[in-house]
C-alpha cells in the first residue's frame, strides 16, 4: 500500500491536499547510486590521505543522519527511534568534518563501539520494517554481522582497525547502496499500481 499524507495548504482556507509519497521514488535510486561512488571511491583508495578518508566518513554519516530523518517523516510507528538514531549520525557527521585527521584516528580507535552502534540500527530497522519490506532479512544480516565484528575488531592492533575501518566504510557504503536501489524500484512498483 502507498502512503497518502495529509499536507495542510499554507495560507489557504485550512483544507488540504494529498500527498503520494510514492512519487519521489527515484530518490531513492538517486542515494543508491550515490553510496556506490563513494564505497567505489573508499574501497579504491592506497595512498588516500587520512583527512580525506576522515571527510568521506564524516560526509557518509551526514547522509545517513538525513536519510534517517527523512524515513522518519514517513514512519508509522516508533518515529522517535528514526529521529534519535538520525540525529546520533548527524552529531557524528559533523564531528568527522570538524577533526578530519582525528576522525580517522579516533574511529580506528573505537571501531569496535561504531560497528556495535551500526550494528544494532541495522537490526533494529530490519525488524520495523519486516512488515513492510520483503527484503528486511538484508538489513537483518548485516546487522549481526556488523555486530560480530564490532567484538573481533575491539581486540586488534591500530593498524588492522585503521584498515579495517576503510574496509568497513566501503562495505557500508555499498550496501546502503544497494538497499536504497532496491527499495527505489519497490516503491516504483507501488507508485505504479495506484
Not at 35 to 50: C, E, G, P, T
Not at 108 to 127: K, N, Q
Not at 142 to 165: D, E, K, P
Request: hydrophobic content about 60%; some cysteine; glycine content about 10%.
Amino acid at each position: 500500500m502507498t502512503p497518502e499524507y495529509d499536507v495542510g495548504v499554507v495560507g489557504g482556507d485550512g483544507g488540504g491536499t494529498s500527498f503520494d509519497a510514492s512519487e519521489f521514488w527515484w530518490l531513492w535510486l538517486v542515494v543508491g547510486i550515490a553510496w556506490i561512488a563513494v564505497a567505489l571511491v573508499v574501497l579504491q583508495f592506497d595512498q588516500a590521505s587520512v583527512k580525506t578518508i576522515g571527510l568521506i566518513v564524516g560526509l557518509m554519516f551526514l547522509s545517513a543522519g538525513v536519510q534517517q530523518l527523512a524515513l522518519a517523516l514517513v514512519a508509522d510507528s516508533l518515529r522517535w527511534l528514526w529521529i534519535a538514531f538520525g540525529l546520533l549520525y548527524l552529531v557524528c557527521g559533523v564531528i568527522c568534518l570538524v577533526h578530519p585527521e582525528e576522525t580517522f584516528q579516533g574511529f580506528a580507535d573505537i571501531l569496535g563501539f561504531l560497528f556495535l552502534v551500526v550494528g544494532l540500527w541495522w537490526t533494529i530497522r530490519a525488524f520495523l520494517t519486516r512488515e513492510l519490506d520483503p527484503l528486511w532479512w538484508v538489513g537483518l544480516t548485516g546487522g549481526i554481522l556488523l555486530m560480530v565484528m564490532a567484538f573481533w575488531t575491539s581486540g586488534q592492533f591500530f593498524l588492522q582497525r585503521a584498515y579495517t575501518l576503510l574496509v568497513f566504510a566501503g562495505i557500508w557504503a555499498l550496501m546502503q547502496g544497494i538497499t536504497d536501489i532496491m527499495r527505489a524500484f519497490q516503491v516504483r512498483a507501488i507508485h505504479r499500481s495506484v
